[in-house]
Antibody, heavy 119, light 107 residues
Framework: EVQLVESGGGLVQPGRSLKLSCVAS????????MNWIRQAPGKGLEWVAY????????YYAETVKGRFTISRDNAKNTLYLQMTSLRSEDTALYYC????????????WGQGVMVTVSS | DVQMTQSPSNLAASPGESVSINCKAS??????LAWYQQKPGKANKLLIY???TLQSGTPSRFSGSGSGTDFTLTIRNLEPEDFGLYYC?????????FGAGTKLELK
């Protein structure tokens, strides 16, 4: 069974940093591209970042480019999102999600981890 | 970025009825439109991709249609477990973008 479990969220002050993790199991992690997608409270879904299976290709949403860094450790089956210079508008539930085949879509999602940016 | 406009925002229906949810892209995305279901306490579920291809495990009462800029998700013979939030997403180009969602509620 495919499982994606996020961790590392919490309350952080504006301008500070936070690192999220997503541990994958039930599939060969190193064969799949992975993404971070977020959802602000009461709002819709916003794609944040993508990393290819071997980390060769990385894409970011313009809203986080230069502040967030996606990375992965295939030996540890873990996806990361390093978030710096956090803003109140980054407050959201952050999901990790697996890429489906070669498409730009997501076939398995984690339950999400909450990040709250507030003073 | 491709803007996705989803309608209606809210929809009330009874089990056994059929409903349709629409999604309009700001430019042509060919057939590359996906639909997801979101329910509290459950992982988001990919239902349909490439406009009309059912993801493995998606019940046949779900169907998708459309191409270019206009797409529709139809759910026939609603079951109790179908109530929740539905999102469309274009998967034609980066960045992938989502509609604002449709809340399907029990009438």
């Amino acid at each position: 069974e495919v499982q994606l479990v996020e961790s590392g969220g919490g309350l952080v002050q504006p301008g500070r940093s936070l690192k999220l993790s997503c541990v994958a199991s039930g599939f060969t992690f190193s064969n799949y591209g992975m993404n971070w997608i977020r959802q602000a409270p009461g709002k819709g879904l916003e794609w944040v970042a993508y990393i290819s299976s071997g980390s060769s290709y990385i894409y970011y949403a313009e809203t986080v480019k230069g502040r967030f860094t996606i990375s992965r450790d295939n030996a540890k089956n873990t996806l990361y999102l390093q978030m710096t210079s956090l803003r109140s508008e980054d407050t959201a539930l952050y999901y990790c999600a697996r890429v489906y085949s070669s498409y730009i879509l997501f076939d398995y999602w984690g339950q999400g981890v909450m990040v709250t940016v507030s003073s | 970025d491709v803007q996705m406009t989803q309608s209606p925002s809210n929809l009330a229906a009874s089990p056994g009825e059929s409903v349709s949810i629409n999604c309009k892209a700001s430019k042509s995305i060919s057939k590359y439109l996906a639909w997801y279901q979101q329910k509290p306490g459950k992982a988001n579920k990919l239902l349909i991709y490439s406009g009309s291809t059912l993801q493995s495990g998606t019940p046949s009462r779900f169907s998708g249609s459309g191409s270019g800029t206009d797409f529709t998700l139809t759910i026939r013979n609603l079951e109790p477990e179908d109530f929740g939030l539905y999102y469309c997403q274009q998967h034609n180009e980066y960045p992938p973008t989502f509609g604002a969602g449709t809340k399907l509620e029990l009438k």
